[in-house]
């Protein structure tokens, strides 16, 4: 059997660590395509060295772009690739432009296309992630759902019968990584030198925070007059529209900082009091490793973290400040996310079929 894998930006990689190294196992023949979407060492390399990930079979080079050059220039591109690999399966990660493009180029060229994380909503059209989700969703063959609901809004779009719940790959790799660090200190909190639990984490990355400089401003502000050291581990996108708006990223509580490796971010949420951020696969590993997240945004796609209290979400300064000081949530032994064991679920699933 022979699959090849799309990828391109960040949350993507690290889904693939866990799919990759399944197929390994499962002597799957892997193609891994990136599409480039991500590029800086930070944001790409890194990933595939921590987490072991063979390295791209091809890469697209598209690099950055408004939301049709850059998916168009992906969709031309991938044409021939595929032409060239003739895969069993085209597997498509997510919900980014990367995602749309491949699920697109594979369907027109009547090759099984399967979407892992499918099923996710956040019903805001606003978002380039829901488009892309809904179409992706709708082109492929097999809809890999990582939860009940996501399963369950499958369904309501009348898309059950191409659905089978996997679990959740991002649980795999986390609690992979989570085991090699047991024990050991978090760089970000020597080299900040607090005390273990004395800061926060954040990420804010999403157009509707960074793009509106009153939203960005807002946000900052926020960050800055919080109770600890807050850590803002910056995408470039954020540094350059804060730089673009004049809006200070270092202030008071607030410190800008790179991009962290993905153990070395684990390890600083590990050792933090709490996350703020606007990622999706961030609140999640925030919940597994149980420590409180306020989301910075309107609503989420991983309701079962604020169902069981260990999420919430916050829009105004008020908001973010309650969010981070309130009581810590009541300890869960639920698990819905998965048991860890998701991508050899997905690889079984393509083989079946
Ligand atoms: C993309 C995804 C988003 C995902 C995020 C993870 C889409 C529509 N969005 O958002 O769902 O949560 O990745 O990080 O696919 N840039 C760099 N270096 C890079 C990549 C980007 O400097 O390696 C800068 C460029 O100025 C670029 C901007 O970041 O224009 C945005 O990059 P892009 O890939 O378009 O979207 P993300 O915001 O990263």
Request: glycine residues 8%; hydrophobic residues 45%.
């Amino acid at each position: 059997m022979k699959i090849v894998s799309v990828v391109g930006a960040r949350p993507q990689f690290v889904k693939l660590a866990p799919i990759d190294k399944a197929m390994r196992a499962a002597g799957v023949e892997h193609v891994i395509v990136h599409t480039g979407q991500h590029y800086d060492p930070m944001l790409s390399d890194v990933f595939f060295d921590d987490l072991g990930i063979a390295a791209p079979d091809v890469h697209l080079g598209v690099g950055s772009g408004s939301h049709g050059v850059q998916t168009g220039s992906m969709l031309s591109a991938l044409d021939g690739v595929f032409d060239a690999q003739q895969p069993d399966w085209v597997l498509v990660y997510g919900d980014t432009n990367s995602t749309v493009a491949a699920a697109l180029s594979a369907v027109k060229m009547h090759l099984p296309v399967a979407h892992l994380e499918a099923g996710l909503r956040s019903f805001n059209r606003r978002m380039p992630e829901e488009h892309n989700r809904v179409l992706t969703d709708h082109a492929a063959d097999l809809l890999l759902a990582p939860t009940k609901v996501a399963v369950d809004h499958l369904a309501a779009e009348g898309l059950a019968e191409r659905t089978v719940l996997v679990g959740d790959v991002m649980t795999d790799v986390l609690y992979e990584v989570r085991d090699e660090l047991a024990g050991r200190a978090s760089s970000l909190v020597s080299e900040l030198g607090v005390a273990p639990g004395g800061h926060y984490v954040a990420t804010i990355h999403r157009a509707e925070n960074t793009d509106d400089p009153a939203r960005l401003a807002e946000i900052a502000g926020a960050l800055a007059s919080l109770d600890k050291p807050v850590v803002l581990l910056a995408h470039p996108r954020v540094v350059a529209k804060a730089a673009a708006h004049g809006i200070p990223l270092t202030e008071g509580s607030l410190i800008s900082h790179g991009p962290l490796a993905y153990p070395d971010l684990i390890a600083a949420v590990m050792h933090s009091a709490g996350v703020v951020t606007d990622s999706g696969g961030l609140q999640k590993e925030a919940f597994l490793l149980r420590v409180p997240c306020t989301t910075v945004r309107t609503e989420t796609e991983w309701v079962e973290t604020v169902d069981l209290g260990w999420n919430v979400l916050a829009g105004t300064r008020a908001e973010i400040a309650a969010g981070v000081t309130r009581p810590r949530p009541a300890d869960t032994a639920a698990a819905p996310y998965g048991d860890g064991r998701a991508a050899q679920r997905v690889v079984a699933e393509l083989a079946a079929r």
